[in-house]
């Protein structure tokens, strides 16, 4: 099997390269298991994990075109091309600077209220969507489906993500959040979600269903008139 690994370092180069490297297949291998193999072996590779369980979402990278978590990612006995996650500045070879990403979905799942929570408004919460809300707790803001997102490609001053819209799903089911959040939804690109379920399929926290969760918003914006002309 061979390994075609995206090379650079904006210290060091000019330009990004690859490099080429057979690596012995071996039954069950995932992607982590044989950039490691690489880096140990052969020649020297900067990249990014940590739980080796898709938990902390570091060892997203795009493999062969499609955004995975490589140390979740199966590999198959043939030849490879592994790249940076794609709409991030390179670091250093498979690192990526998510900084940015990072500090915009943070402020995306803070909680808004317009004023303080009264005593009789604690433990009303919600239970009918309390699973709901656990699952998408578990987005580990890896950034994958907004990779693997062919609207967010096209349009990025249209359509905010995936990754910024389930943020959105997430405090719309939070029965403390006072913003408005349908309206916030559909002012962020609801609407120009094809609705193709890349997102879905890239994720590895199978438990969040991001196509139902735009349904979701969609049929709230509705309700209230919300859904924009250009919208079939």
């Known amino acids: 099997m061979k390994l075609k690994i995206f090379k650079y370092d904006p210290a060091m180069d000019a330009e990004s390269r690859y490099i080429e490297h057979e690596v012995p297949f071996k039954d069950k291998m995932t992607l982590l298991e044989a950039i490691v193999w690489v880096h140990e072996n052969k020649e020297m590779i900067a990249f990014d994990y940590s739980c080796h369980g898709r938990m902390c979402g570091r060892c997203a990278m795009m493999l062969d075109g499609t955004p995975v978590l490589a140390c979740c990612a199966p590999i198959t006995n043939k030849d490879h091309t592994v790249e940076p996650l794609k709409g991030h500045t390179v670091i250093r070879d498979l690192i990526v600077d998510k900084s940015a990403f990072g500090d915009r979905l943070s402020k995306q799942y803070q909680r808004i209220r317009t004023e303080p929570i009264k005593p009789g408004e604690i433990n009303k919460f919600d239970a009918a969507?309390?699973?709901?809300?656990?699952?998408?707790?578990?987005?580990?803001?890896?950034?994958?489906?907004?990779?693997?997102?062919?609207?967010?490609?096209?349009?990025?001053?249209?359509?905010?993500?995936?990754?910024?819209?389930?943020?959105?799903?997430?405090?719309?089911?939070?029965s403390y959040d006072q913003a408005d959040r349908e309206l916030e939804a559909v002012s962020k690109g609801l609407y120009h979600c094809i609705m193709c379920g890349n997102c879905d399929k890239v994720c590895q926290r199978f438990e969040i269903k991001h196509v139902e969760a735009w349904k979701m918003l969609r049929a709230a914006a509705e309700k209230r008139n919300l859904k924009p002309s250009y919208a079939k």
């Not at 699973?131 to 096209?154: F, S």
């Open 129 to 174: 969507v309390a699973p709901t809300i656990y699952d998408m707790a578990n987005c580990t803001r890896c950034g994958v489906c907004d990779a693997g997102c062919p609207v967010l490609a096209e349009k990025p001053s249209q359509y905010a993500g995936p990754a910024t819209m389930l943020a959105i799903a997430y405090r719309f089911l939070d």
